[in-house]
Protein backbone atom coordinates (compact mmCIF):
# COMPACT_ATOMS: atom_id res chain seq x y z
CA UNK A 1 0.00 0.00 0.00
CA UNK A 2 1.10 3.77 -0.77
CA UNK A 3 0.17 6.74 1.34
CA UNK A 4 -0.09 9.92 -0.67
CA UNK A 5 -0.43 13.60 1.47
CA UNK A 6 -1.30 16.45 -0.42
CA UNK A 7 -0.27 20.06 1.09
CA UNK A 8 -0.26 23.50 0.22
CA UNK A 9 -3.83 24.45 -1.13
CA UNK A 10 -5.38 27.55 -0.07
CA UNK A 11 -7.29 30.84 -1.28
CA UNK A 12 -5.40 33.05 -3.97
CA UNK A 13 -6.11 36.24 -5.77
CA UNK A 14 -6.10 35.50 -9.64
CA UNK A 15 -2.86 36.05 -10.84
CA UNK A 16 -1.25 34.69 -7.71
CA UNK A 17 0.91 31.18 -7.11
CA UNK A 18 0.72 28.31 -5.06
CA UNK A 19 2.86 25.32 -5.20
CA UNK A 20 1.55 21.82 -3.88
CA UNK A 21 3.42 19.11 -2.11
CA UNK A 22 2.65 15.63 -2.53
CA UNK A 23 4.81 12.96 0.10
CA UNK A 24 4.33 9.53 -0.54
CA UNK A 25 5.23 6.58 1.68
CA UNK A 26 4.77 3.15 1.47
CA UNK A 27 7.07 2.37 -0.94
CA UNK A 28 9.82 2.80 -3.27
CA UNK A 29 9.10 6.08 -5.04
CA UNK A 30 11.58 6.92 -7.38
CA UNK A 31 9.64 3.47 -9.17
CA UNK A 32 6.74 5.56 -9.39
CA UNK A 33 5.02 7.74 -12.49
CA UNK A 34 3.38 10.29 -11.27
CA UNK A 35 0.58 12.73 -11.51
CA UNK A 36 -1.33 15.39 -10.45
CA UNK A 37 -5.27 15.55 -11.43
CA UNK A 38 -7.87 18.04 -10.33
CA UNK A 39 -11.35 18.27 -10.32
CA UNK A 40 -13.57 21.23 -10.15
CA UNK A 41 -17.10 21.80 -8.97
CA UNK A 42 -19.86 20.07 -11.30
CA UNK A 43 -17.29 18.69 -13.57
CA UNK A 44 -15.53 15.27 -13.98
CA UNK A 45 -11.72 14.53 -12.93
CA UNK A 46 -9.11 16.18 -15.27
CA UNK A 47 -5.80 15.42 -16.18
CA UNK A 48 -3.00 18.45 -15.23
CA UNK A 49 0.37 16.85 -15.29
CA UNK A 50 2.82 13.90 -15.07
CA UNK A 51 6.38 13.53 -14.77
CA UNK A 52 8.69 10.31 -15.17
CA UNK A 53 10.12 8.29 -12.57
CA UNK A 54 13.99 10.16 -12.55
CA UNK A 55 12.64 13.42 -13.53
CA UNK A 56 13.80 13.74 -16.64
CA UNK A 57 10.16 13.99 -18.77
CA UNK A 58 6.80 15.54 -17.85
CA UNK A 59 4.04 16.54 -20.14
CA UNK A 60 0.80 18.71 -19.36
CA UNK A 61 -2.54 19.48 -20.44
CA UNK A 62 -2.40 21.74 -23.44
CA UNK A 63 -4.61 24.78 -21.50
CA UNK A 64 -2.00 24.59 -18.67
CA UNK A 65 1.35 24.81 -20.33
CA UNK A 66 3.34 27.52 -19.26
CA UNK A 67 1.53 28.16 -16.19
CA UNK A 68 1.66 25.17 -14.36
CA UNK A 69 5.56 22.90 -13.72
CA UNK A 70 5.50 19.56 -12.14
CA UNK A 71 8.44 18.61 -10.72
CA UNK A 72 10.13 15.64 -8.13
CA UNK A 73 12.58 14.82 -5.62
CA UNK A 74 12.72 11.22 -4.98
CA UNK A 75 15.21 11.50 -1.91
CA UNK A 76 12.71 13.51 -0.29
CA UNK A 77 9.96 11.32 -1.52
CA UNK A 78 7.63 14.16 -2.62
CA UNK A 79 6.02 15.65 -5.99
CA UNK A 80 5.08 18.90 -6.56
CA UNK A 81 3.06 21.13 -8.48
CA UNK A 82 3.80 24.90 -9.01
CA UNK A 83 0.74 26.88 -10.26
CA UNK A 84 1.45 30.48 -11.63
CA UNK A 85 -0.49 33.10 -13.04
CA UNK A 86 -4.11 31.87 -11.81
CA UNK A 87 -7.19 32.44 -12.75
CA UNK A 88 -10.56 31.37 -11.14
CA UNK A 89 -11.23 28.47 -13.57
CA UNK A 90 -8.37 26.70 -11.63
CA UNK A 91 -10.80 26.28 -9.09
CA UNK A 92 -10.62 22.96 -7.81
CA UNK A 93 -9.46 19.87 -5.46
CA UNK A 94 -6.16 18.90 -6.60
CA UNK A 95 -5.50 14.99 -6.27
CA UNK A 96 -1.54 13.30 -6.74
CA UNK A 97 -1.85 9.92 -8.21
CA UNK A 98 1.12 7.48 -8.32
CA UNK A 99 1.59 4.30 -10.64
CA UNK A 100 3.95 1.31 -10.54
CA UNK A 101 3.00 -0.42 -13.66
CA UNK A 102 5.81 -1.61 -15.53
CA UNK A 103 6.93 0.13 -18.65
CA UNK A 104 5.41 3.50 -20.01
CA UNK A 105 7.01 6.54 -18.55
CA UNK A 106 4.15 9.45 -18.56
CA UNK A 107 0.47 8.68 -17.66
CA UNK A 108 -2.53 11.16 -18.33
CA UNK A 109 -5.18 8.62 -18.10
CA UNK A 110 -6.86 8.78 -14.63
CA UNK A 111 -7.63 4.37 -15.21
CA UNK A 112 -3.53 4.46 -14.91
CA UNK A 113 -2.64 5.24 -11.44
CA UNK A 114 -2.85 2.99 -8.59
CA UNK A 115 -2.96 5.05 -5.52
CA UNK A 116 -4.40 8.70 -4.89
CA UNK A 117 -3.99 11.22 -2.20
CA UNK A 118 -6.91 12.62 -0.70
CA UNK A 119 -6.77 15.97 -2.35
CA UNK A 120 -6.15 19.74 -1.63
CA UNK A 121 -8.47 22.42 -1.96
CA UNK A 122 -7.02 25.38 -4.68
CA UNK A 123 -9.46 28.36 -4.75
CA UNK A 124 -8.92 31.30 -6.84
CA UNK A 125 -10.56 34.32 -6.12
CA UNK A 126 -11.60 37.10 -8.98
Known amino acids: QVQLVESGGGLVQAGGSLRLSCAAS????????MGWFRQAPGKEREFVAT????????YYANSLKGRFTISRDNAKNTVYLQMNRLIPEDTAVYYC???????????????????WGQGTQVIVSS
Open 97 to 115: AASFAEGSNLLSRGSSYQY
Open 26 to 33: GRAFSTGI
Open 51 to 58: ISRSGGST
